[in-house]
T-cell receptor, first 115, second 112 residues
């Protein structure tokens, strides 16, 4: 299993540009989430999904869109990039079974800089 | 309003000592409390988790203590080792663990 994969690893955008951060998991997990990590702020939940076709907002959803058309994929769209969106973005997946139910498996992250 | 408050921000412990990190939460609907460990350049990884129906959970050198009435929980790392040097995050959820609210993190340095 590849686990949770994220692309790209690094990205530089200009203010106002849009882009999509990709996230995929091959573990058949029903739950997926997006977080951003900023120095001194911990990880903050952007959006999450409890299954294909179902998404909900987290703590900091403004400026981001998500969709979940398949169990495997959960892309995060930046509609019009702003310098305040400079951050490291983590995607995570989890499921309700196994030895550690609801354990979130994190991807390697995408480091985004908006100039 | 910060829903999960974590302290201290940083911690230096000697090898073999006990590291203690504390968290407090506001939302009484939270029913899942994990601790994550993160090394530089990596994503966080689950260390240990607890549900509010127990007051303590131990896995190896790591122990979570949970006080439901005080809305507080803490991580104890016994016999701390240099390899434990990392950033630790507490978190809480009331969405079956899928939507975690994290504390701001504690950077632990274990000196040899």
């Amino acid at each position: 299993n590849a686990g949770v994969t994220q692309t790209p690893k690094f990205q530089v955008l200009k203010t106002g540009q849009s882009m999509t951060l990709q996230c995929a998991q091959d573990m058949n997990h029903e739950y997926m989430s997006w977080y951003r990590q900023d120095p001194g702020m911990g990880l903050r939940l952007i959006h999450y999904s409890v299954g294909a076709g179902i998404t909900d907002q987290g703590e900091v959803p403004n400026g981001y869109n998500v969709s979940r058309s398949t169990t495997e994929d959960f892309p995060l769209r930046l509609l019009s990039a702003a310098p305040s969106q400079t951050s490291v973005y983590f995607c995570a997946s989890s499921y309700s079974g196994g030895e550690t139910p609801y354990e979130q498996y994190f991807g390697p992250g995408t480091r985004l800089t908006v100039t | 309003q910060q829903q999960v408050k974590q302290s201290p921000q940083s911690l230096i412990v000697q090898k073999g000592g006990i590291s203690i990190i504390n968290c407090a939460y506001e939302n009484t609907a939270f029913d899942y409390f994990p601790w994550y460990q993160q090394f530089p350049g990596k994503g966080p990884a689950l260390l240990i988790a607890i549900r509010p129906d127990v007051s303590e959970k131990k896995e190896g050198r790591f122990t979570i203590s949970f006080n439901k009435s005080a809305k507080q929980f803490s991580l104890h790392i016994m016999d701390s080792q240099p390899g434990d040097s990392a950033t630790y995050f507490c978190a809480a959820s009331n969405q079956a663990g899928t939507a975690l609210i994290f504390g701001k993190g504690t950077t632990l340095s274990v000196s040899s």
